[in-house]
């Protein structure tokens, strides 16, 4: 089942996200089951969204993604919800 993941972070810079690619190196972008990622200043902090193709595809990033976040000083978990639809720029509307 798809997925997203919400990380909501308090108080977080973009500067901080930015720094989760560099001690992530290129493990944090070759990751064929994540469909998407946005990342979004809010009043509040930060906000990054990813949706995956299934949970235990996302659950064994974690292995990888936590340790950066940590490092990079973004504390929190993500909020994991199951996705209804999701339409890519080609106007394809996947489940």
Known sequence: MTIA?????PGATTDQYEKV?????PA??????????????TPEG???VDVW??????????????????QAGLIGG?????VQGFMAADGVRRP
């Open 5 to 9: 993941a919400v990380f909501t972070f």
């Open 21 to 25: 690619f560099k001690i992530g190196g």
């Open 28 to 41: 944090i972008n070759n990751q064929p089951a994540r469909q998407s990622h946005v990342c979004f200043a």
């Open 46 to 48: 930060i906000t990054v």
């Open 53 to 70: 193709s299934d949970e235990a595809s996302f659950a064994a990033f974690g292995a990888i993604i936590g340790p950066a976040t940590e």
């Open 78 to 82: 993500p909020s994991i919800y199951p």
